[in-house]
């Protein structure tokens, strides 16, 4: 089955510099990864997502990056604010009605100020 | 973003007793939902893939006749722990894919399961 790595699995920066999370994934027919934040005690929430037909998203502070070949992917949040202190989870899937997905160890975003 | 609720967010129960928690898609029909476990400081881990009007399918390792799952409609799914003991206090979690063949998967609120 597959097997997502996650790191780091802590990452404290400076409000305002940017964070940078990794994953790797094992099956190449995966085709779906999304992310997720997570606040303690509370539902993740989707905050992007890419499918492997395209290398690279962007939704305003984060984007995502993706690397079929080499099969990993990133997580990019520039400009950092206390609220994005969280855990964060990757997740890769091979998409489908009924394929689950396969979630990273997650990492513990703290920013300071 | 697609609804999905989870009742009761939190439950306190004694051991040897079964516990039911619910998932509900509230705006849109989900065929598939999945059930997962959260343990403190760890990962979602996936316990089971509900399929509406079918049997769920179960991870390795995860006991299928003691975390029973029903999903006997397109807006619900349920899981019931039985015969809870302390070891089975976590965070359970669920979520619903939007659409049949979308990817986009959403997560209810989770229930707190602590059993004393």
């Known amino acids: 089955g597959e097997n997502v790595e996650q790191h780091p699995s802590t990452l404290s920066v400076q409000e305002g510099d940017s964070a940078v999370i990794k994953c790797t994934y094992s099956?190449?027919?995966?085709?779906?990864f999304p992310w997720y934040k997570q606040e303690l005690g509370k539902r993740p929430q989707l905050i992007i997502d890419?499918?492997?037909?395209?290398g690279e998203k962007k939704d305003q502070r984060i984007a995502v990056t993706l690397n079929k070949t080499a099969k990993h992917f990133s997580l990019h949040i520039t400009e950092t604010q206390p609220e994005d202190s969280a855990v964060y989870f990757c997740?890769?899937?091979?998409?489908?009605?009924?394929?689950?997905?396969?979630f990273g160890t997650g990492t513990r975003l703290q920013v300071t100020l | 973003g697609a609804v999905v609720s989870q009742h009761p967010s939190w439950v306190i129960c004694k051991s040897g007793t079964s516990v039911k928690i619910e998932c509900r898609s509230l705006d849109f029909q989900a065929t598939t939902m999945f059930w997962y476990r959260q343990f403190p400081k760890q990962s979602l881990m996936l316990m089971a893939t509900s399929n509406e009007g079918s049997k769920a399918t179960y991870e390795q390792g995860v006991e299928k006749d003691k975390f029973l799952i029903n999903h006997a409609s397109l807006t619900l799914s349920t899981l019931t722990v039985t015969s809870a003991h302390p070891e089975d206090s976590s965070f359970y979690i669920c979520?619903?894919?939007?659409?049949?063949?979308?990817?986009?998967?959403?997560f209810g609120e989770g229930s707190w399961l602590t059993v004393v």
């Open positions: 979520s619903a894919r939007v659409g049949h063949s979308g990817n986009t998967i959403y």
């Open positions: 890419i499918r492997s037909n395209v």
């Open positions: 099956d190449s027919a995966s085709n779906y």
């Open positions: 997740a890769a899937s091979l998409g489908g009605t009924a394929s689950k997905l396969t």
